[in-house]
């Protein structure tokens, strides 16, 4: 045997067998990896969302409740409240004011605990309300013009309040602060006695 021969048949002797890099192992680690990676991404989508709609629930709280407990001059509540002819509704609307501004002043103390950032309040809250509000001044304004304020305020109102009541009692199955629930209670009550006021004297008006 020549030296060629013998130096290739080390070389033959001296190679490795090498299987497949992909084993069936192998390829079912992998694939267990990518179904738990889109598991844990589905459920952080879904826990993200799920958190975002409690935030929007005490948003939409926060928002209707600063919107009619607003303090200027001419914030419809308090300017439109003013003119009317009855003095049962003026007093009722008087009440109902002052109640939503006191409990305004306290939410802005506990409102943080529920994770709503007052200035950063989401886009779908934020509009939605704008809107409901903008209709609920409108709707006033029209009346003035139209000579039917009192029945017009009457019936507009106890839709505000109507809908923040119900705003409240969501917000409250959601709450995680006791302070904040407490307040929600207390709001939810007042509220409730005021809702109906206002439609006791629209439906004998």
Same mark, same amino acid.
């Given at each position: /045997? +020549?030296?060629?021969?013998?130096?290739?048949?080390?070389?033959? =002797?001296?190679k490795?067998? #090498?299987?497949?890099?992909?084993?069936? /192992?192998?390829?079912?680690? %992998?694939?267990?990896?990518?179904? /738990?990676?889109?598991?844990? %991404?589905?459920? !952080?989508?879904?826990v993200?969302?799920?958190?975002? =709609?409690?935030?929007? $629930?005490?948003e939409?709280?926060?928002?209707?409740?600063?919107?009619?407990?607003?303090?200027?001059?001419?914030?419809?509540?308090?300017?439109?409240?003013?003119?009317?002819?009855?003095s049962?509704?003026? #007093?009722?609307a008087?009440?109902?004011?002052?109640?939503?501004?006191?409990?305004?002043?306290?939410?802005? !103390?506990?409102?943080s605990?529920t994770?709503?950032?007052?200035?950063?309040?989401?886009?779908?809250?934020? $509009?939605?309300?704008?809107a409901?509000?903008? &209709?609920?001044?409108?709707?006033?304004?029209?009346?003035?013009?139209?000579?039917?304020? +009192?029945? $017009?305020f009457?019936?507009e109102?106890? @839709?505000?309040?109507?809908?923040?009541?119900? @705003?409240?009692?969501? &917000?409250?199955?959601?709450?995680?602060?006791?302070?904040?629930?407490?307040?929600?209670?207390?709001? %939810?009550? +007042?509220?409730?006695?005021?809702?109906?006021?206002?439609?006791?004297?629209?439906?004998?008006?």
């Amino acid at each position: /045997m +020549d030296n060629k021969a013998y130096l290739d048949q080390i070389a033959v =002797k001296g190679k490795v067998k #090498s299987g497949p890099i992909f084993t069936p /192992m192998l390829i079912k680690l %992998i694939a267990a990896g990518v179904v /738990m990676l889109i598991t844990m %991404i589905i459920v !952080g989508s879904v826990v993200s969302s799920s958190n975002a =709609k409690v935030t929007q $629930t005490h948003e939409r709280v926060y928002l209707r409740v600063a919107n009619l407990a607003d303090n200027k001059t001419n914030a419809p509540l308090k300017k439109y409240s003013q003119l009317l002819r009855n003095s049962d509704l003026r #007093s009722y609307a008087s009440t109902l004011y002052q109640t939503l501004l006191t409990f305004s002043n306290d939410l802005s !103390g506990v409102i943080s605990t529920t994770g709503v950032n007052t200035g950063a309040i989401s886009k779908e809250v934020s $509009t939605a309300e704008s809107a409901s509000f903008s &209709s609920y001044t409108s709707a006033l304004e029209n009346a003035v013009l139209a000579g039917t304020l +009192d029945r $017009t305020f009457a019936s507009e109102t106890l @839709y505000q309040i109507s809908t923040l009541i119900q @705003y409240e009692q969501e &917000s409250l199955k959601k709450a995680n602060s006791q302070a904040y629930a407490n307040l929600i209670n207390k709001s %939810i009550a +007042d509220l409730t006695v005021l809702e109906e006021n206002f439609n006791t004297w629209s439906e004998s008006h």
